[in-house]
């Protein structure tokens, strides 16, 4: 059974910075492409960033384009979302998900992702 459990969550001022991490039981991370989606208050979860299994291609959600990044260690099973210049828009459930070796035709697409965190609460105050 896989894991995700994300960490670095909290309530950071707009203009600030804050880093969520990621971390994946199991001895097969590098074979997982990896994705954060956020969902916030009264709205459905929406795709933020993704990375694939190698980290050599990452793809990002037009809204946070600039701010965020996405990247992973394979070494340490762990992804990690650092977000700059943050808005009170991006206040959210953040969510890490994984997704099994397969061909991912549209990687904002929910579905192709297998196993889901807890998530963590980011606010964002203005």
Do not use: H
Request: charged share 15%.
């Amino acid at each position: 059974q896989v894991q995700l459990v994300e960490s670095g969550g909290g309530l950071v001022q707009a203009g600030g910075s804050l880093s969520l991490s990621c971390a994946v039981s199991g001895r097969t991370f590098s074979s997982y492409a990896m994705g954060w989606f956020r969902q916030a208050p009264g709205k459905e979860r929406e795709f933020v960033l993704a990375i694939s299994w190698s980290g050599g291609s990452t793809y990002y959600a037009d809204s946070v384009k600039g701010r965020f990044t996405i990247s992973r260690d394979n070494a340490k099973n762990t992804v990690y979302l650092q977000m700059n210049s943050l808005k009170p828009e991006d206040t959210a459930v953040y969510y890490c998900a994984a997704a099994k070796a397969k061909p991912i035709m549209d990687w904002a697409n929910q579905r192709y992702y297998d196993y889901w965190g807890q998530g963590t609460q980011v606010t964002v105050s203005s």
